[in-house]
């Protein structure tokens, strides 16, 4: 099928086929999906990487604007989100983006016609019931076999069935069962633009399943896999268990890259210059991923801030630099291509990796346009193992994970405060209609666990009965708080329980305790730190301490080290301080920061319903965003302005109740002339 004969398919798509530059005939998967009503009813396309399921949803979108309604494009990541919305930018249509706050309805996205949005905040919007949200025609779920560990994939399905839904799918094990499951047609394909070679490495043989090669190289593993594959001319993505193992592995790339390829060394010397100062101050960390850009490789991981891993990913995209040695971090959703793939000792804690995600893995490689075949190389010690398990497996079905209390909680103040359910028999229908019900074949279980649920939330006040029969329930204002903050439930009971007046160390601490918080790790090491710390400042701590030998004693040290963490950030202290001192990455500590900020600020809300609001938690939550002391607040929060221009300005006796008066010369000496044009703009405003 040509892309032409889209048009004649369906007339109303002909003015907007023109915007799919380069796309003249269509891949084998395209066509089938199109033929058999993808663009046209709820469907369910199961196909490899670069099989072009985009362009299906991309079409399926615009037919559905066209139509005078709106589209939900669901992605399990920020980044795949940020991909996805940059696709849709190029039609003609008002796009926008939705990642942010979670406490928020969002109605500025009434005037657009495709919003994109993680499942998380999707959500969240529904609990916010937004007017716009009944014009929402299209649902596109990307990377559905998240529902593995994104159970909310699996309810949105059921809670937005009034629209078209579209899901998206490289590794499922059991399309069938899903599909049939939710009533849809599908598709499931093994098709690939670029043919996909597996195989592992043996000594110096490359044993692939269909014929045995030597490798071009005098080295042995990892080294010997780089040096064959930079002879060649072969792009190289690296997928490494730990941080720093790829780290060690780029490291070890860029002497095998130093002369033995042609390195752009100005556009990477750019490119380096970015990453090193994407801080205020660059880390030990920042100087070394561009020292190694500048030889020619990158490392990727969620310890590096977001701007650096855009860098390396462009780079390595525009082929600047030939390997990458990457964690898991870039297996799932972002377009990475490249024409080597190796999988390094795919393991997790002694366990082998899903096949599904090797599989997702070995899917980066083969460039479609630019490569004739792909390749994907397993570096394992049982190399005989590796090819039976994984080249040669089975992905792995999905299942649900719904049937967990924790899971429950949350899915179920958010059925009531979004109107899906006002009763106990609600909440037991929509359990029956979900994966978990049908495959098992009945729903006793998770309606078993429900039921235990819905009486916590009844005794923590949080669901209340609304007439005599107690047949008929209804969020209370706490629950419906708890619901739109999107929490769980537990960890507002938590909160409520130990509060009391207190420091910022004990307030972080307590928002530790919760369940939302990922907390950072603790070494053997600091533990002494710890407990000297909590021996002379333990009064500021409002949760009750765990004896030593209960299970919870570990979470509750973890939790103190956060506190630590985060008062060094709001007392001014240095990120390259910070980092050295708690051994974190500077990607680590923006995510502790993001999410005690959004903490602080949920935590004021669950303790105002039910105690007061409080300023002490609400200025919390603004020190924590911008990382300063409380003199600073109103002064960083300033458009421009920050953490560090808003101590410049204060040494200068600026404050936020005279900077009205001050000169344009002094703003400009301190801050910059275009900040200072912002900072007047903003204040004529206000």
């Not at 390195?263 to 880390?283: H, Q």
């Not at 974190?584 to 105690?611: F, M, Q, S």
Request: net charge positive; hydrophobic share 40%; with cysteine.
């Amino acid at each position: 099928m040509k892309l032409s004969d889209v048009g004649l398919k369906y007339p109303e798509l002909k003015p907007i086929l023109s915007k799919f530059d380069g796309i003249k005939n269509l891949y084998p998967t395209q066509s089938d999906a199109i033929r058999m009503g993808a663009l046209e009813t709820s469907f369910l396309l199961a196909s490899g990487t670069a099989s072009g399921k985009t362009l299906v949803a991309n079409l399926a979108a615009a037919r559905t604007v066209l139509s005078g309604k709106k589209v939900l494009y669901l992605a399990p990541l920020r980044s795949l989100a940020f991909e996805k919305f940059s696709e849709f930018k190029k039609l003609p249509f008002r796009t926008a983006i939705s990642i942010g706050e979670m406490d928020s309805s969002d109605p500025w996205l009434q005037k657009f016609d495709i919003i994109v949005a993680t499942y998380e905040k999707a959500e969240s919007l529904i609990r916010h019931r937004p007017d716009w949200l009944k014009q929402i025609g299209l649902v596109v779920f990307d990377e559905a076999h998240e529902m593995m560990r994104k159970p909310l994939i699996e309810t949105l399905t059921i809670k937005l069935k009034w629209a078209q839904r579209l899901i998206l799918s490289a590794t499922i094990g059991n399309v069938s069962e899903i599909a049939d499951w939710l009533g849809f047609k599908y598709l499931e394909s093994d098709f690939r633009p670029v043919p996909l070679k597996e195989g592992v490495i043996k000594g110096s043989e490359l044993v692939w399943t269909d014929e045995v090669t030597k490798l071009q190289s005098n080295l042995q593993g990892i080294e010997g896999l780089i040096e064959d594959g930079l002879k060649k001319q072969h792009q190289t993505l690296i997928f490494a268990n730990t941080r720093r193992e790829a780290e060690a592995t780029a490291e070890k790339a860029t002497r095998l890259i130093e002369g033995s390829v042609d390195v752009r060394s100005e556009k990477l010397e750019i490119i380096a210059n970015e990453i090193e100062g994407a801080l205020d101050y660059p880390t030990r960390q920042c100087k070394k991923l561009a020292a190694i850009v500048r030889r020619g490789s990158a490392f990727h991981h969620a310890g590096l801030v977001n701007e650096q891993r855009i860098l390396v990913e462009k780079a390595f995209k525009t082929g600047l630099i030939p390997v990458l040695a990457s964690t898991v971090t870039l297996v799932a959703g972002i377009n990475m291509p490249s024409r080597r793939v190796i999988v390094k000792s795919p393991h997790f804690r002694g366990e082998p990796w899903p096949v599904s995600l090797y599989k997702q893995a070995a899917g980066r490689s083969g460039r479609p346009g630019y490569d004739k075949e792909g390749e994907s190389i397993i570096l394992h010690k049982r190399p005989d193992f590796a090819l039976e398990y994984y080249i040669n497996g089975q992905v792995e079905n999905i299942t649900s994970p719904l049937a967990y209390e924790p899971t429950l909680r949350r899915e179920i103040i958010g059925l009531f405060a979004s109107g899906f359910a006002m009763s106990k028999k609600d909440v037991k229908d929509f359990m029956g209609k979900t994966f978990y019900a049908y495959h098992h074949g009945n729903p006793d279980r998770i309606i078993e666990i429900s039921m235990r649920v819905v009486d916590k939330l009844i005794s923590w006040d949080m669901l209340s009965s609304q007439n005599s029969k107690g047949d008929f329930l209804a969020p209370t204002k706490l629950g419906k708080r708890v619901a739109e903050l999107y929490i769980d439930p537990q960890t507002a009971v938590t909160w409520i329980n130990a509060f009391e007046a207190s420091s910022p160390l004990g307030y972080i601490h307590l928002i530790g305790m919760g369940d939302e918080m990922y907390l950072p790790g603790l070494k053997n090491s600091e533990k002494e730190e710890l407990m000297y710390s909590y021996a002379s400042r333990g009064e500021e701590l409002i949760y009750p301490k765990p004896a030593p030998w209960d299970l919870e004693f570990e979470k509750y040290m973890k939790a103190l080290k956060l506190s630590m963490i985060i008062e060094e950030w709001i007392e001014e202290k240095t990120e390259d301080s910070i980092l050295n001192r708690f051994g974190i990455a500077p990607g680590d500590l923006r995510n502790y920061i993001r999410n005690t900020e959004w903490l602080a600020y949920a935590l004021n809300e669950v303790i105002g319903v039910t105690k007061g609001k409080r300023n002490d938690l609400l200025k919390l939550s603004k020190r924590v965003r911008h990382g300063v002391r409380s003199e600073l607040v109103e002064l960083a929060d300033l458009p421009g302005i920050g953490r560090v221009k808003s101590r410049r300005l204060y040494k200068k006796g600026v404050t936020i109740s005279n900077i009205r008066k001050k000169s344009d010369a002094l703003l400009t000496e301190v801050i910059g002339k275009s900040a200072t044009r912002r900072l007047r703009e903003k204040l004529k405003k206000s």
